[in-house]
């Protein structure tokens, strides 16, 4: 049996009177693929910014390979392994998917991306 890498354990987000996330539990396995359905406004971008760190939970607690993970910001999450592909109208034409993957990654000398190493990681 493969062991969860990702948790979310009953995970909530609000804005207000407006709940957006209501305890939200998801497992995700080592090579797994999921796909996060629903309508306009239905929390799924919202879900997906909690596990890479751009918002916090309002409650719930997020596991990554079995220690909880408390994100401060988005270069945390990439540290922790976490990346992300935005909707498409968040994305820079220009750039491959790697850079667009590693926006504002930090792990940089002198302002430039070892790309070698990013695609490892």
């Not at 305890?23 to 929390?43: D, P, Q, R, S």
């Not at 998917?97 to 792990?107: H, K, M, R």
């Amino acid at each position: 049996m493969m062991q969860n890498i990702l948790v979310l354990d009953k995970v909530t987000k609000r804005y207000g009177d407006f709940v957006a996330n209501d305890n939200v539990c998801i497992n995700f396995k080592k090579g797994e693929i999921h796909a996060i359905l629903g309508e306009n406004g239905a929390g799924k971008t919202t879900l997906m910014k909690i596990i890479y760190g751009i918002h916090r939970p309002d409650g719930g607690q997020i596991f990554l390979r079995g220690r909880e993970l408390k994100l401060k910001d988005s270069s945390e999450s990439i540290r922790s392994g976490i990346g992300m592909v935005f909707q498409h109208f968040m994305l820079i034409p220009k750039f491959t998917a790697v850079q667009n993957i590693i926006l504002g990654y930090e792990d940089s000398k002198f302002g430039f991306i070892n790309y070698d190493r990013v695609k490892k990681k």
